[in-house]
C-alpha cells in the first residue's frame, strides 16, 4: 500500500511549539506567511523583520533570517534592509499597537515611498501583549483594560481603518483585509499573503495584508466566542476583501490568481 | 569631488563617510548640519549610494539600524534635539551589537535652544544616552581635517567591535571652512584609530538564510539570566574599548604648571590661550581628549603626577569636568589639585584673553 503525504508542516517554520495564547491568529498568520514564501522559492533569500508585541516571537518559529525592530519602527528599518539588499524579499510582520499608534509615521511613509516591501498586519482590535489595551483599531464601546466602560468615540476617537487609510497613497500598489478563523477565509487571506509578496517581487511598490484576529485572553472570552465576537462587531467596521489591487493592471506575471483563492 | 581644498565641516564629513564606504544615508533636516543632508543628495547616487530623506529623526536612526541589520555601512546625522530622538535606535543598536556612525553637530540647549555651537551634549554622548546599560565610544574632532579623519575612523571602529559610534561635531565646525586634503582610507586605516586591526567579517549580517541556518538579530532577552549575561557580554567589550582605544593630544605638558583641558572647537581657543601664556613664558600645557568615552583617564592622570593646577574650558555648564576630575583623583586628591573652569553654555565661545587671565589668576 502506498503512502502520500497530503499535509506537512511547511519549511518556512522551525519545528518548535508557539508560546501563543490557545485561540490566538498569530500562528496561523505565521503559517501562511511562511508558506506564502516557500512557494514563491523564497525562503533562502527572506529577511523579516518583528515588531515590539506578541508576534515578536516570529523570530523563533520563522525559518528565514529575522531581526527584532524598535515599536514602530518596524516599517523604517524594512525599508533600509530593502535598500541595502533589493533582490531579497523583505516582509515587515506589526500588530495594531505597533503598526497603527506608535509607528503610524514610519507605515505611512514607508507605504508613501512605494518602499518594496510587504507588510503583515494583524489587527486584533486591542494591546495583546501588554494584555488587553486600548488599541488605535479598538472597536467603539469595546471595554479593554484602558477604556473600561468602553471607547467612548469623543474622548478616544473611532477605530483607525488602516487599510483604507494607505489605499489612498498612489505608491501603494497591494492592499487586502483578510481573516483567520475560517478555513475559507484563511485561504483566502493566504492568497492575499501570496499576492502581496508578488507585487513585491516585482518590484511595483508596497504592498500590505491587514489580518483581522481574535485576541481570546485579552478579550476575556473562549475562542468559539472570541471568533463570534469578531463577526459580529469587527467585521462591520473592518470588511473583508482586496481593497487596492493595482498590480493586476501593471504586471500580468503578480496577477495570477493563486490557488487558493480557487479552493 | 574629493580633491584638496576649502571645505565647510559639514560637507568635508559627509564626503569622508563616502570615503569610508558608506552608501547609505539617512537624515532629516535640522540646522546646523542641513549641509550634510543636502549634500549627500547630490553625492550619493553619484556613488551609487542611497540618500533617503526620512520622515523623522527616530525612521532615520532606526534605518540606519535596518542598513546595519543587513550588512551596509551606514549613517545619519542631526543635531542636539534630533539626536535625544535618537536615542531610542542608539540603545537598540549597542543592544543588538550593530555597527553604525551618528553625527551630532551640537547646537545649544536644552529644549530647541539655539542653532550656535555648543557642547551640552556632553553627558549624553559619553554617558549612554539612551536607555539601559551601555556605552558608545565618542569621537570629538577639533578642525576640519580631523572631523574628516575622525569620520573615517568613526566607521572602522564601529566595524571592529560592532556597535554605534558617535561623531560629536558642533555648529562651529560644521560651519566653518578649513584647508582640507582628503586621506587615502587604506592610509588612514593604518595611521588613524584603527592602527591597522583587521576589521572582522560581518558573519552575522541578515543576507538571507542562503545554504545557512537562519540568523537572528534582537535585543529582547526574557529567559532566566539571558539579559544579565548579554549585559556582561557587552561590558567585557566596553571594557576592551576603555582598555585600547582612549586617545588624546597632550602639549606641553611636561613642564607644566598649569594644564588646560578642552575637547572639540573650544579646545582651538585653549590652544590659541596656551600659546599665548607659553609667549608670556608662562609654562601652560593643553590636554585635549580626541576620543570622550573611552575618556583618556590615564594620560590625564599621568600628567596630574607633576601638575597641580587644571583649567577646563568647556561650552557647558560643568559636563566634561567630571571626567577631568576623576582622572586626577586616580593621580591625587583633588584637595591637592586647584582646578578652575570656564563653562559656556548656550552657544557662547570662550576668548583667549578670559581663559589666560584665568589661568594667571589661578598661578597668582
Redesign the interface.
Known amino acids: 500500500m502506498s503512502r502520500k503525504t497530503l499535509f506537512a508542516r511547511t519549511p518556512g517554520l522551525k519545528a518548535v511549539p508557539t508560546s501563543y495564547c490557545p485561540g490566538c491568529g498569530h500562528g496561523v498568520a505565521h503559517r501562511l506567511m511562511a508558506e506564502a514564501v516557500v512557494e514563491l522559492g523564497a ?5 523579516a ?2 515588531p515590539v508585541g506578541c508576534a ?1 516571537y516570529g ?1 523563533d518559529y ?9 515599536h514602530g ?1 518596524t516599517p ?6 530593502k ?3 533589493p533582490d ?2 523583505v516582509i515587515s510582520y506589526q500588530g495594531d499597537g505597533d503598526l497603527a499608534s506608535i509607528g503610524l ?2 507605515i ?2 514607508a507605504a508613501n515611498r512605494g518602499e518594496r516591501i510587504t507588510v503583515i498586519f494583524i489587527n486584533n482590535a486591542n494591546y495583546g501583549m501588554t494584555g488587553g489595551q486600548m488599541a488605535p483599531t479598538t472597536l467603539a464601546g469595546q471595554v479593554t483594560t484602558t477604556t473600561p466602560r468602553g471607547r467612548d468615540v469623543n474622548e478616544a476617537g473611532y477605530p483607525l481603518k488602516i487599510a483604507e487609510l494607505l489605499a489612498t497613497l498612489p505608491a501603494v500598489k497591494y492592499i487586502a483585509r483578510g481573516a483567520l478563523h475560517r478555513p475559507a477565509l484563511i485561504r483566502r487571506s493566504k492568497g492575499y499573503i501570496r499576492r502581496a509578496l508578488e507585487v513585491q517581487e516585482a518590484g511595483l511598490g508596497f504592498s500590505l495584508v491587514e489580518l483581522v484576529s481574535i485576541c481570546p485572553a485579552n478579550w476575556g472570552l473562549t475562542p468559539v466566542a472570541a471568533t463570534q465576537k469578531l463577526e459580529e462587531f469587527m467585521l462591520p467596521v473592518f470588511p473583508l476583501g482586496v481593497i487596492k489591487d493595482e498590480a493586476a493592471a501593471s504586471a500580468p506575471a503578480a496577477a495570477e490568481t493563486p490557488p487558493e483563492e480557487r479552493a | 569631488m574629493t580633491g584638496p581644498g576649502f571645505w565647510k565641516g559639514n560637507e568635508a564629513m559627509a564626503e569622508a563617510a563616502i570615503l569610508a564606504g558608506c552608501r547609505y544615508y539617512f537624515g532629516y533636516p535640522i540646522t546646523p548640519q542641513n549641509e550634510v543632508p543636502a549634500y549627500m543628495s547630490r553625492r550619493m547616487p553619484e556613488v551609487g549610494g542611497v540618500f533617503l530623506q526620512a520622515e523623522s529623526e527616530l525612521a532615520a536612526v532606526n534605518m540606519v539600524f535596518g542598513a546595519a541589520v543587513a550588512g551596509a555601512r551606514a549613517m545619519t546625522s542631526s543635531s542636539s534635539p534630533g539626536i535625544s530622538l535618537k536615542q531610542e535606535g542608539i540603545s537598540y543598536m549597542a543592544a543588538c551589537e550593530l555597527p553604525g556612525v551618528i553625527v551630532n553637530v551640537m547646537r545649544g540647549g536644552p529644549g530647541l535652544g539655539n542653532i550656535a555651537g555648543s557642547q551640552g551634549d556632553y553627558w549624553q554622548a559619553t554617558r549612554g544616552g539612551g536607555h539601559g546599560d551601555y556605552r558608545t565610544p565618542v569621537l570629538a574632532p577639533h578642525t576640519v581635517p580631523e572631523l574628516v579623519e575622525l569620520t573615517l575612523d568613526a566607521f572602522d571602529l564601529a566595524d571592529l567591535y560592532r556597535t554605534p559610534v558617535l561623531v560629536l561635531s558642533d555648529g562651529l565646525l560644521g560651519q566653518m571652512m578649513e584647508n582640507v586634503s582628503f586621506p587615502d582610507p587604506g592610509e588612514r586605516r593604518r595611521a588613524g584609530l584603527l592602527r591597522g586591526r583587521e576589521l572582522p567579517p560581518k558573519d552575522w549580517a541578515l543576507t538571507g538564510a542562503q545554504g545557512r541556518p537562519p540568523r537572528l538579530i534582537r535585543s529582547l532577552l526574557m529567559g532566566p539570566g539571558e539579559l544579565e549575561k548579554h549585559n556582561f557580554h557587552l561590558a567585557g567589550k566596553y571594557a576592551a574599548i576603555e582598555k585600547e582605544e582612549p586617545h588624546a593630544e597632550i602639549l606641553e605638558c611636561g613642564d607644566a604648571r598649569i594644564v588646560l583641558a578642552a575637547y572639540g572647537s573650544c579646545a582651538r581657543v585653549a590652544k590659541g590661550a596656551q600659546r599665548r601664556l607659553r609667549a608670556q613664558g608662562i609654562r601652560a600645557g593643553l590636554f585635549r581628549p580626541v576620543t570622550l568615552w573611552p575618556f583618556p583617564q590615564r594620560d590625564l592622570a599621568d600628567i596630574a603626577r607633576t601638575v597641580d593646577r587644571f583649567l577646563v574650558v568647556e561650552m557647558s555648564l560643568g559636563q566634561f569636568i567630571e571626567d577631568v576630575k576623576l582622572a586626577v583623583a586616580e593621580e591625587k586628591s583633588l584637595k591637592q589639585v586647584k582646578l578652575g573652569l570656564i563653562a559656556k553654555p548656550g552657544g557662547a565661545v570662550p576668548t583667549e584673553e578670559e581663559i589666560v587671565a584665568q589661568a594667571l589668576e589661578m598661578l597668582r
Open positions: 525562503r533562502e533569500r527572506t529577511v523583520v518583528a515578536v523570530y520563522w525559518n528565514f533570517d529575522t531581526t527584532e525592530a524598535a519602527r523604517a528599518v524594512a525599508t533600509a534592509i535598500r541595502v539588499l531579497r524579499l509615521a514610519e505611512v511613509h
